[in-house]
């Protein structure tokens, strides 16, 4: 299972972590991962490519493991493009179901 947890302090996104594997196919065969693979490192990319906002990231070689953190307050286009995400994601988990991707949110 993809394990997707949001750390949020009030509103602000502090980070994005991402770890495991879906499960529902073989390696390289899964849309699962591929799909939420593809949502994130793509909404990394964006903040870094289309914004000031600094951020660090922890990253497995393996895939399995991805870790956003923003030390600032986010600008409103990375809001944005986090909130996109997020909507990705969540209509993930209702199309494949819990057994393949888990949402969390948790308040620091």
């Given at each position: 299972?993809?394990?997707?947890?949001?750390?949020?302090?009030?509103?602000?996104?502090?980070?994005?972590?991402?770890?495991?594997h879906?499960?529902?196919?073989?390696?390289?065969?899964?849309?699962?991962?591929?799909?939420?693979?593809?949502?994130?490192?793509?909404?990394?990319?964006?903040?870094?490519?289309?914004?000031?906002?600094?951020?660090?990231?922890?990253?497995?070689?393996?895939?399995?493991?991805?870790?956003?953190?923003?030390?600032?307050?986010l600008?409103?286009?990375?809001?944005?493009?986090?909130?996109?995400?997020?909507?990705?994601?969540?209509?993930?988990?209702?199309?494949?179901?819990?057994?393949?991707?888990?949402?969390?949110?948790?308040?620091?």
């Amino acid at each position: 299972m993809v394990s997707v947890i949001i750390t949020k302090q009030g509103t602000d996104i502090k980070q994005v972590s991402l770890d495991g594997h879906a499960g529902d196919a073989e390696a390289g065969q899964n849309i699962v991962c591929a799909a939420v693979s593809v949502l994130a490192i793509n909404t990394f990319n964006s903040i870094e490519r289309f914004t000031d906002d600094a951020f660090s990231v922890d990253a497995a070689e393996d895939g399995g493991h991805l870790v956003m953190t923003f030390p600032e307050p986010l600008s409103d286009k990375s809001k944005l493009l986090l909130d996109s995400m997020l909507l990705g994601l969540d209509e993930i988990q209702k199309q494949y179901g819990d057994e393949y991707i888990s949402l969390q949110y948790k308040e620091v």
